[in-house]
């Protein structure tokens, strides 16, 4: 029916109310007051549970909680690391060029890169409604318009009556725009699952004004609504944001329910400690996916680039190196639980690094033969970056991605091999694996050519053993304190 003739039927309505008799006009003013009773009845219950998931759902949470200990999270390698780096003398190698150096095709036509100064925006990608919010996301700025609905208040006791009622606050919001602006962000910047929890928090952060508690609950419903596992945990004082991972995170405290690990994650870097809390065993209906822990090449860059120059030797002549990087990604990385050492081989690099810096090395090994190549690349690692250990330089166990490695003014054992691995990878496209030693890590390269030394066999194939840790050595050489150990290898 269109609007024209809804007024006509309206009027025709009253114009028969004037001209009825007083009762019969009482009997349908009743009659309207009764429709209109029904469909505010009927807006309010539609606006109460706009999906049928929140009423079952909210029932649920003010029933099913009991209390559980949250186990502390465990240690990769509980082996103390080398305090300092050894020293090997200095022996080139002294082989003829066998042939030329195999080094694959790299990037040329790479436009230049611009240092940006102020922080990128990005587009709004949907029509906005609500109010309008900025966040910072790694150097972007995104806009976001939300439902102040969304900025609810938890009450000081907190329970599991609370905390039902609290998602039903939320079930009730206009929530369905603010997931669609996600979601379009999401495949804007090509974020990965840890990357887009991270932005839900930002965004929940903002929203309730830095309060944790509701910080930790709004971005539990905004990722639950995204079709995510996450829950929740809580005590007498906070509330807990609990998410599964398909990989391992270590030094993170977890309990297990259903057959999946939950970790008590934070985004800032700091470890969660709740001891003993109130969680649920069950899943919001719909929620399938768990969190894929693996970084991608492009996540979180923000074209805010900086320089650092590197310098290093190698066969009697001097080195120098410009690193480009990107401080909006850095800082994403820097926001990552600690993974298992594959997660970290096997970890892309943002072009605006990889590219200047394969680009500059791959000049500089023209003619050489492929040890020498290899030797040259432990070289740089060896010696273009101080040593310290993690807890030296940051207090506590800290695994780097590439990226990172080349940023920081220290790095430890397990962050030049992942490095190296993947210059030689990259640039020669040779094989290579990790090595894990107890308390120290190392690589093996996969050589095409006769080289004598140390190697390890890994599926069927000869991995000779290259430590970018042990100072002047080269491939074949391995440090003194680790020359009986059976290395476990890290395949990526």
Same mark, same amino acid.
């Given at each position: 029916?269109?609007?024209?003739?809804?007024?006509?039927?309206?009027? *025709?309505?009253?114009?028969?109310?004037? @001209?009825?008799?007083?009762?019969?006009?009482?009997?349908? /003013?009743?009659?309207?007051?009764?429709?209109? +009773?029904?469909?505010?009845?009927?807006?309010?219950?539609?606006?109460?549970?706009?999906?049928?998931?929140?009423?079952?759902?909210?029932?649920?949470?003010?029933?099913?909680?009991?209390?559980?200990?949250?186990?502390?999270?465990?240690?990769?390698?509980?082996?103390?690391?080398?305090?300092?780096?050894?020293?090997?003398?200095?022996?080139?190698?002294?082989?003829?060029?066998?042939?030329?150096?195999?080094? #694959?095709?790299? +990037?040329?036509?790479?436009?230049?890169?611009?240092?940006?100064?102020?922080?990128?925006?990005?587009?709004?990608?949907? #029509?906005?409604?609500?109010?309008?919010?900025?966040?910072?996301?790694?150097?972007?700025?995104?806009?976001? $318009?939300?439902?102040?609905?969304?900025?609810?208040?938890?009450?000081?006791?907190?329970?599991?009556?609370?905390?039902?009622?609290?998602?039903?606050?939320?079930?009730?919001?206009?929530?369905?725009?603010?997931?669609? =602006?996600?979601?379009?962000?999401?495949?804007?910047?090509?974020?990965?699952?840890?990357?887009? *929890?991270?932005?839900?928090?930002?965004?929940?952060?903002?929203?309730?004004?830095?309060?944790?508690?509701?910080? *930790?609950?709004?971005?539990?419903?905004?990722?639950?609504?995204?079709?995510?596992? *996450?829950?929740?945990?809580?005590?007498?004082?906070?509330?807990?944001?609990?998410?599964?991972?398909?990989?391992?995170?270590?030094?993170?405290?977890?309990?297990?329910?259903?057959?999946?690990?939950?970790?008590?994650?934070?985004?800032? !870097?700091?470890?969660?400690? &709740?001891?003993?809390? %109130?969680?649920?065993?069950?899943? $919001?209906?719909?929620?399938?996916?768990? %969190?894929?822990?693996?970084?991608?090449?492009?996540?979180?860059?923000?074209?805010?680039?900086?320089?650092? /120059?590197?310098? %290093?030797?190698?066969? @009697?002549?001097?080195?120098?190196?410009?690193?480009?990087?990107?401080?909006?990604?850095?800082?994403?990385? !820097?926001?990552?639980?600690?993974?298992?050492?594959?997660?970290?081989?096997?970890?892309?690099?943002?072009?605006?690094?990889?590219?200047?810096?394969? =680009?500059?090395?791959?000049?500089?090994?023209?003619?050489?033969?492929?040890? /020498?190549?290899?030797?040259?690349?432990?070289?740089?690692?060896?010696?273009?970056?101080? $040593?310290?250990?993690?807890?030296? /330089?940051? @207090?506590?166990?800290?695994?780097?991605?590439?990226?990172?490695?080349?940023?920081?003014?220290?790095?430890?054992?397990?962050?030049?091999?992942?490095? %190296?691995?993947?210059?030689?990878?990259?640039?020669?496209?040779?094989?290579?694996?990790?090595?894990?030693?107890? @308390?120290?890590?190392?690589? +093996?390269?996969?050589?095409?050519?006769?080289?004598?030394?140390?190697?390890?066999?890994? =599926?069927?194939?000869? $991995?000779?053993?290259?430590?970018?840790?042990?100072?002047?050595?080269?491939?074949?050489?391995?440090? &003194?304190?680790?020359? =009986?150990?059976? #290395?476990?290898?890290?395949?990526?």
């Amino acid at each position: 029916m269109n609007k024209k003739s809804c007024i006509v039927k309206w009027v *025709a309505l009253i114009l028969l109310v004037i @001209g009825m008799p007083s009762s019969a006009s009482d009997d349908f /003013q009743q009659w309207l007051q009764q429709q209109a +009773a029904g469909m505010q009845a009927q807006k309010k219950a539609f606006q109460e549970y706009k999906d049928q998931r929140d009423r079952e759902f909210t029932a649920f949470l003010k029933a099913q909680w009991k209390a559980i200990d949250i186990l502390k999270g465990e240690i990769r390698d509980k082996h103390p690391k080398p305090d300092v780096m050894p020293v090997a003398p200095e022996r080139p190698v002294t082989q003829q060029p066998v042939k030329p150096p195999r080094l #694959p095709p790299v +990037a040329i036509n790479v436009p230049e890169q611009v240092v940006t100064k102020e922080p990128v925006v990005s587009p709004v990608v949907v #029509p906005p409604v609500g109010k309008l919010l900025v966040i910072d996301f790694y150097g972007r700025l995104l806009r976001f $318009y939300y439902d102040p609905r969304l900025q609810q208040r938890l009450n000081f006791n907190i329970n599991k009556d609370t905390i039902s009622n609290y998602w039903s606050a939320l079930s009730q919001t206009d929530y369905e725009d603010l997931l669609k =602006q996600l979601s379009a962000q999401n495949s804007s910047l090509e974020l990965n699952d840890w990357a887009y *929890a991270s932005l839900v928090n930002k965004l929940a952060v903002k929203i309730n004004n830095y309060r944790s508690n509701e910080t *930790a609950l709004l971005s539990w419903f905004l990722l639950a609504k995204s079709g995510y596992r *996450a829950r929740i945990a809580y005590n007498d004082r906070s509330v807990y944001l609990l998410i599964p991972a398909k990989q391992e995170l270590f030094d993170i405290s977890y309990f297990t329910l259903s057959g999946n690990r939950y970790y008590a994650i934070d985004f800032d !870097g700091k470890k969660q400690k &709740p001891g003993r809390v %109130f969680t649920y065993d069950g899943e $919001y209906p719909g929620t399938v996916k768990l %969190f894929d822990m693996q970084v991608s090449p492009v996540v979180a860059s923000s074209e805010q680039t900086e320089h650092r /120059q590197l310098s %290093f030797d190698f066969e @009697g002549r001097q080195y120098k190196v410009d690193v480009t990087y990107d401080r909006g990604r850095l800082a994403f990385l !820097g926001t990552y639980p600690q993974l298992n050492l594959n997660m970290y081989f096997s970890s892309g690099v943002d072009r605006v690094t990889a590219t200047p810096l394969q =680009q500059q090395l791959a000049s500089y090994m023209q003619g050489m033969s492929e040890q /020498q190549a290899v030797n040259f690349l432990l070289r740089f690692v060896q010696k273009s970056f101080r $040593y310290e250990t993690d807890d030296e /330089q940051f @207090g506590e166990e800290n695994y780097l991605f590439p990226e990172e490695t080349l940023f920081y003014p220290y790095s430890d054992c397990e962050d030049r091999a992942v490095l %190296f691995a993947w210059l030689v990878h990259s640039l020669l496209q040779l094989d290579v694996v990790g090595l894990d030693y107890p @308390g120290h890590v190392a690589a +093996a390269v996969n050589f095409n050519e006769k080289v004598t030394g140390a190697s390890v066999n890994f =599926q069927g194939k000869s $991995y000779v053993i290259t430590d970018p840790t042990y100072v002047n050595a080269n491939a074949g050489m391995v440090m &003194p304190d680790y020359r =009986q150990d059976q #290395p476990r290898v890290i395949s990526f």
